[in-house]
């Protein structure tokens, strides 16, 4: 077989009418009368499929086709035909219908409905189901949006290590690596990286705008819906930058991924508001964002006003302690009524390397909320005097000697610099309605979980 004698799904509407086709791909459901039957095909190429109709009264050498079950792999020529009345736009008249490949009769994804859970057991089958197939191909839009915005934006892309010796946020939640055949491989410890922040500052000190965008790992024994074992963190760090600059970057990058998605998975996102999201309100949350002016208030600020509103809380509100979800969804949702940047954090629920402010008591750390999830991106400006940094890691008891060449940054021509962090999957969980994180990953690794 050869690849150029095929055409794609996603190409036929640029063909004319009554245009000879050749196609190929799965079969995702197949019915007949006993003398016409249709195909819905999907090659792959794009979310919606292509319906083969296959006149069996007309030539009985299309009858086998009949027999072919859903997952069957098929081989299909024929004629293009525009359909601009019907529920799709156009489909094929099959002159002939070869199997490619047969599918047995315990093929899991039937015409069905079937559970997330049910999917997540199998997740080598579970993109031939309407729900994966658009996430994977949101996924991918998303990553290469991130990647345009940044690199259009003069950042550097820079990959930084997997494994590393250093535990970036201190809370010592890695997975810790570095024996083989039973002897210390490095000759130190080694885990698998939770952030690639610390590596990709010193390429920020030398070539002003940065980002990595790699695999990240936690040891964090948590099974809620919002927390996996292995995801994927996009990190820009900027050189000669504030907090101030920091948050534009921060709003600028989160609406050229919403505006991208709305436009290019159009089709994907409205089956997430129709069939998906619980409110069917994806698509209005996700444009209402895109035209927002994203607001900003302190994190004493954002205290004050939630001790002041009349809602019973399940956690508390205090002055110190970490904004829970129900606290950040109602400053988002109530408060500011959209996207709000919560700004100047107490320094004692922030990473060490977080700029102290004059205060002495809260850092220049920021937050992105917006409505229906709460937290999306954190960022902050980093800590550039080299005796405030190496002062609260002694407090923190953080090694300063392991650090010593992160450290050094603030000795050899150190700038004011800063740089967030956007989790894809918790970005994907926002934009798709998708209620787990599980689901927006291939093969999600979890507490308990190593399929395949």
Not at 166 to 173: C, L, V, W
Not at 223 to 229: E, G, P, V
Not at 280 to 301: G, I, N, P
Not at 332 to 359: H, L, S
Request: overall charge negative; hydrophobic content about 40%.
């Amino acid at each position: 077989m050869i690849r150029d004698q095929y055409m794609l799904i996603t190409d036929l509407p640029a063909l004319p009418d009554g245009a000879s086709v050749r196609l190929r791909g799965w079969i995702r459901t197949n019915r007949n009368n006993g003398h016409v039957g249709f195909i819905d095909l999907n090659d792959g190429s794009r979310f919606s499929g292509c319906q083969i109709v296959y006149d069996m009264d007309a030539d009985a050498a299309l009858k086998p086709a009949s027999k072919y079950a859903t997952g069957t792999a098929v081989d299909v020529t024929g004629t293009l035909v525009f359909t601009p009345d019907a529920r799709q736009p156009f489909e094929v008249r099959a002159a002939s219908i070869v199997l490619v490949g047969g599918c047995d009769s315990d093929f899991p994804m039937q015409k069905k409905r079937h559970s997330l859970e049910f999917l997540r057991e199998m997740p080598h089958l579970r993109t031939r189901t309407n729900t994966f197939s658009a996430m994977f191909r949101v996924r991918s839009v998303i990553s290469a949006a991130i990647h345009s915005y940044l690199q259009s934006s003069d950042f550097l892309y820079i990959t930084t290590p997997i494994l590393t010796g250093n535990d970036a946020e201190g809370a010592g939640e890695v997975f810790t690596v570095g024996t083989c055949d039973g002897r210390d491989f490095f000759g130190r410890d080694a885990c698998l990286t939770v952030s690639g922040q610390l590596h990709v500052e010193p390429f920020a000190l030398a070539f002003d705008k940065v980002y990595t965008f790699g695999p990240t790992f936690r040891a964090e024994n948590s099974n809620t819906t919002t927390h996996a074992s292995e995801f994927w963190m996009v990190e820009p760090e900027m050189a000669f930058c504030d907090l101030e600059d920091d948050m534009a970057v921060m709003e600028a990058l989160i609406r050229h991924c919403i505006v991208t998605a709305l436009s290019d998975c159009a089709d994907e996102l409205k089956f997430f508001n129709d069939f998906v999201d619980k409110d069917h309100t994806l698509l209005q949350r996700l444009q209402t964002v895109a035209d927002s002016r994203f607001a900003s208030m302190t994190y004493t600020e954002a205290v004050t006003a939630l001790q002041k509103a009349p809602v019973a809380f399940q956690y508390p509100v205090d002055w110190g302690l970490d904004l829970k979800t129900e606290h950040e969804r109602y400053i988002c949702e109530q408060i500011a009524g959209g996207p709000v940047f919560i700004t100047d954090y107490p320094k004692d629920i922030k990473a060490f390397y977080m700029r102290q402010n004059d205060d002495g008591k809260t850092v220049a750390a920021c937050d992105l909320l917006v409505p229906g999830v709460g937290e999306l991106i954190g960022g902050s400006q980093r800590e550039e005097r080299h005796d405030r940094l190496v002062a609260r890691m002694q407090e923190l008891s953080i090694p300063v000697d392991a650090l010593g060449w992160y450290t050094d940054l603030r000795r050899f021509g150190t700038v004011p610099h800063a740089g967030f962090g956007v989790g894809l999957e918790r970005l994907l969980m926002y934009l798709t309605g998708i209620g787990n994180i599980r689901d927006t990953l291939p093969y999600p690794r979890t507490p308990g979980n190593m399929i395949f």
